[in-house]
């Protein structure tokens, strides 16, 4: 215990260290044909999906700029209906 309090920074390591190897069996197993031919299956079908989900977004890009557009434009116009209401009329100030 007295070295942990003396040497965190050591145990730290130590600690990482442990959890490596503790790792290193299971990374050089040998995948089956099944496993290797599931893995591949499922990439297969993340692969899809993702082209699938570019897909969408590349036909929803238009309808979502358009609607970034007119919620910029109400915004713009909100704003510039805030600005003449606060501003304060030229003489009576003076």
């Known amino acids: 215990m007295s070295d942990e309090k003396q040497n965190p920074e050591r145990n730290f390591r130590a600690r990482i260290a442990s959890f490596i190897q ?3 069996p299971s990374r050089c197993k040998q995948l089956t044909e099944e496993e290797a031919q599931t893995l591949k299956a499922a990439s297969g079908r993340l692969d899809q999906l993702l082209a699938r989900i570019a897909e969408e977004e590349r036909a929803r890009s238009p309808q979502l700029k358009q609607e970034e557009v007119r919620a910029l434009t109400d915004a713009a116009g909100r704003l510039d209906r805030l600005l003449r209401t ?3 009329e030229k003489g009576k100030d003076s």
């Open 22 to 24: 503790a790792d290193q």
């Open 86 to 88: 606060s501003r304060p």
